[in-house]
C-alpha cells in the first residue's frame, strides 16, 4: 500500500469532499496557503469563493461558519493554533456547540473547525497548546484528534460529512510523518477507538502525538525489560469509544493515560473517571497519568521540562506496574 | 421603490399586531404564565414591521433581546400562537419550550438567536457567504442595539461582510440604551451610522419611528445587497417606552430614566403616528382603524389561549436535542 505524509492525508480528504459536495468551503487566516502545507492545490482547484482568505478575526471566522451551516452550507475552518480558540470562545463554546439545542433541536449546524495542536517546537505557550479539555467540556461539539495519515484522511471526511459541529484537531509535529493509506476511497465512523499496539501487561491510551511517543515507548520497553504494553487510541474524544478502553483495561488491569495538554481538569482526568466507572473491580493497580505541566508551555530550552517526554511514559509504566 | 397603498397598510396592521403581542406578553408574564423573563420593545415597531416588508422567507434575519424579536418574527410570517407558548414553556412553543423565549423557524430564514449581545453578527455574516455563494439573491437582516456597538463581533462581522461584499443589513435601533447604560457613556460620538465609515459601506440615519422612512431606507440597502453590491448600516432613531426589563423599575444607572425624556418620545408612538397620517390621506377610515385594532385583539387572544392550553415539553426531548443524526 502507498504511504503518503499526515499533511497529505488531510489534503486528499478535503479535496475528495469539496470535489464530492459543492457546499463545502475552507476559510481561515491564510489558508490558501497553510504553514504545514495542507492546502496544496486547494486555491486552484476551488478558487476564491471556496477557499477564503481571512483577516484576522477568528470570532468572524468561527462565527461565520456557525451562519453559513445554519444556511445550508457545510464551512470547514482552520484556526491555525488551536490556542486561537479562546479568541473565538463565545462563538464555539455558546454559538456552535450550544445553538442546535438552544432553539428546540430545529436546526443543524454541519460545520468543522480544524485546529492545528501540539508543542516540541518551541515556539511558546500561545502556539503550543492542545486545547481538547476546553471544547471536550462543552456538550453539543464532536471532537476527531487522528494520530496517523490513515486516520487524519479517515476522520476529516467523517467530520466534514457530520451534521454537527466537530473540532478536528491535527497535530503540528505529526505533519510531515507517513503512513498506509489506501487509494480507494473510505471514512472511519466517530467513536470508534484503534487499537495501535497489542499487549497485556499495561494500556496506555493516548492521543495524537502522545500515541506515536507511547509506542516509541513500548517498542523500547518490550526489547529491554520484555514488557507488553498495549496502546489504545480514541481517535475521538466525543463520542468516546469507552467499551474498547474497558475491554483493554479488563485484560491488562493496569492503566495509564498519556495526554499533552495540562494535567489538571484535562483529558486524563475524564478518561480516567470513566475507566474507573466502568472497570474499578478490574483494576490492579491506581491509574497512572502523564500529561504537561500545570503551568504555561515555555518556549526554547524551557519546554522539555514542561510537556511530557518519553521517560515520563517509560516511569509511569513502572509505576502502575510496581 | 415607491410604496404602495397596499404596502402601507400592512405596515399599519402589522405594526398594531406587534404591539398586541407585546402587551399579551407582558400581561402573560404578570399573570406567572411566562416561565421567564420579557423585553418590551414598544415603541420601536416601525423598524421590524418596515424590514420585513421588503423580506421574503428566503432571506434571513437576525433579531435581539429587545421585544425578544416579536417586532420581527411576527411581521416575518412566525404565528403568534409559537411565540407565546414558547415564552409559557410549552411543547408547541417556537422552540418546543426549549429556550423560553427564543424563535427558531428557519423555514421563514429564522435561524433563532443566542444568549450574548451581539452574539449573532458573525453568524448574519457566515449566512452572507452562503446566500452569496448560492448566488440566488438573498439578504441577511441583523437588527442590533446601541449597547452592542460594544462588542468587538460588530467589528470583525462588518469587517468581513465589507471585505467580501457579502449581502447583509445592518439595522441598528439606537433607543439610547443598552440594557441599564446611556449611549452617552457607551459610544464617544452621536451617531452610530458613521461606523460604517470605517469600513467603505454606507451609514444611513433615519428616524426610527417614522415606519415608511424606514421601509425606504431599509429599501436602499436590500436593493444594494440583492445587487451584489454589499453590506450597509442603517440606524434608526428610536425609543424603548417601558424599562429595559419587565417587572423591574425604569433603572439608568444608578437612578431612574427620566420620566419627562420618556413622555416626549410617547409623543412620537409610531403607530400613532401613522395612524394619522393614514387617516388624513384618506387610506384608511375610522372603521378600518378599529377593526384593524379588533382583529389583532382577537389574533392575539385565540394565540394566548393556545398557548395557555399546550401541553409543557416531554423531556424526551432532551435526548435528540443536542446533536442531529
Same mark, same amino acid.
Given at each position: 500500500m502507498r504511504e503518503i505524509m499526515f499533511k497529505d492525508a488531510i489534503n486528499e480528504a478535503m479535496t475528495e469532499e469539496m470535489t464530492r459536495d459543492e457546499t463545502v468551503y475552507l476559510i481561515g487566516e491564510g489558508v490558501s496557503r497553510d504553514p504545514w502545507g495542507t492546502s496544496e492545490g486547494f486555491f486552484e482547484k476551488f478558487g476564491e469563493e471556496r477557499i477564503r482568505d481571512s483577516a484576522i478575526s477568528e470570532t468572524a471566522i468561527v462565527g461565520s461558519c456557525v451562519g453559513a451551516a445554519l444556511a445550508g452550507y457545510r464551512p470547514v475552518a482552520n484556526i491555525m493554533f488551536s490556542d486561537f480558540l479562546a479568541i473565538a470562545a463565545d462563538e464555539t463554546l455558546n454559538k456552535a456547540a450550544k445553538w442546535r439545542f438552544a432553539n428546540g433541536g430545529k436546526v443543524t449546524i454541519p460545520m468543522v473547525i480544524r485546529a492545528p495542536i501540539g508543542g516540541y517546537s518551541k515556539t511558546g505557550p500561545e502556539h503550543s497548546q492542545c486545547t481538547e479539555a476546553f471544547v471536550w467540556h462543552a456538550p453539543g461539539l464532536k471532537i476527531a484528534i487522528p494520530s496517523t495519515p490513515y486516520d487524519a484522511k479517515g476522520l476529516l471526511k467523517t467530520a466534514i460529512r457530520d451534521n454537527n459541529p466537530v473540532i478536528y484537531f491535527e497535530h503540528k509535529a505529526l505533519m510531515g510523518t507517513t503512513g498506509e493509506v489506501p487509494e480507494e476511497e473510505y471514512t472511519i465512523p466517530f467513536g470508534v477507538a484503534d487499537i495501535k499496539r497489542e499487549g497485556k501487561d499495561v494500556t496506555i491510551v493516548a492521543t495524537a502525538f502522545m500515541v506515536q511517543m507511547s509506542l516509541g515507548v513500548a517498542d523500547r520497553l518490550q526489547k529491554e525489560k520484555g514488557i507488553s504494553v498495549e496502546v489504545i487510541d480514541p481517535r475521538t474524544l466525543e463520542p468516546l469509544d469507552i467499551d474498547t478502553i474497558v475491554a483493554s483495561v479488563k485484560k491488562t488491569k493496569r492503566v495509564v493515560i498519556v495526554d499533552e495538554d495540562v494535567l489538571r481538569c484535562g483529558v486524563t482526568g475524564e478518561i480516567a473517571a470513566q475507566i474507573m466507572e466502568n472497570a474499578f473491580d478490574f483494576l490492579d493497580a491506581s491509574i497512572q497519568r502523564v500529561a504537561a505541566a500545570n503551568m504555561p508551555i515555555a518556549g526554547?530550552?524551557?519546554?522539555q521540562y514542561i510537556l511530557p517526554q518519553p521517560k515520563d511514559i517509560a516511569a509511569a509504566i513502572e509505576r502502575v506496574l510496581s | 421603490m415607491k410604496i404602495t397603498k397596499e404596502q402601507m397598510i400592512k405596515l399599519y396592521t402589522d405594526m398594531v399586531r406587534v404591539r398586541k403581542l407585546d402587551e399579551t406578553l407582558i400581561n402573560g408574564l404578570f399573570a406567572g404564565k411566562v416561565q421567564g423573563f420579557y423585553h418590551s420593545q414598544q415603541g420601536q415597531e416601525a423598524p421590524g414591521v418596515a424590514a420585513c416588508a421588503l423580506l421574503s422567507k428566503d432571506d434571513y434575519l437576525f433579531y435581539t433581546h429587545r421585544g425578544h424579536g416579536v417586532g420581527k418574527t411576527l411581521p416575518k410570517g412566525v404565528p403568534a400562537r409559537a411565540i407565546i407558548a414558547e415564552h409559557y414553556g410549552k411543547a408547541t412553543g417556537s422552540c418546543g419550550g426549549m429556550a423560553g423565549f427564543h424563535t427558531c423557524e428557519i423555514e421563514l430564514g429564522i435561524p433563532g438567536l443566542g444568549g450574548t449581545v451581539g452574539g449573532e453578527f458573525t453568524l448574519a455574516s457566515g449566512m452572507g457567504i452562503a446566500a452569496k455563494m448560492r448566488g440566488k439573491g438573498q439578504v441577511v437582516a441583523s437588527f442590533l442595539g446601541d449597547g452592542a456597538t460594544g462588542r468587538g463581533t460588530f467589528h470583525t462581522a462588518m469587517l468581513m461582510a465589507a471585505n467580501w461584499k457579502l449581502p447583509v443589513v445592518w439595522i441598528c435601533e !439606537? !433607543?439610547?440604551?443598552g440594557q441599564f447604560v446611556p449611549i452617552s457613556i457607551a459610544y464617544p460620538k452621536e451617531n452610530i451610522a458613521d461606523l460604517a465609515f470605517g469600513y467603505g459601506i454606507p451609514g444611513v440615519i433615519v428616524d426610527g419611528q417614522d415606519v415608511v422612512a424606514v421601509y425606504e431606507t431599509v429599501s436602499t440597502a436590500v436593493d444594494r445587497a440583492r445587487a451584489g453590491d454589499g453590506p450597509s448600516l442603517i440606524e434608526c432613531k428610536t425609543y424603548r417606552f417601558r424599562p429595559h426589563l419587565e417587572g423591574f423599575p425604569d433603572f439608568i444607572g444608578a437612578g431612574l430614566r427620566n420620566e419627562e425624556e420618556v413622555e416626549t418620545w410617547k409623543k412620537r408612538d409610531p403607530i400613532e403616528l401613522f395612524r394619522k397620517g393614514l387617516l388624513e390621506q384618506g387610506i384608511l377610515t375610522g372603521a378600518d382603524i378599529e377593526r384593524i385594532d379588533h382583529e389583532a385583539a382577537e389574533e392575539m387572544e385565540e394565540a394566548e389561549k393556545f398557548a395557555s392550553e399546550s401541553p409543557i415539553p416531554d423531556p424526551e426531548i432532551l435526548k435528540t436535542a443536542l446533536y442531529a443524526d
Open positions: 526554547g530550552f524551557l519546554e | !439606537n !433607543n439610547l440604551y
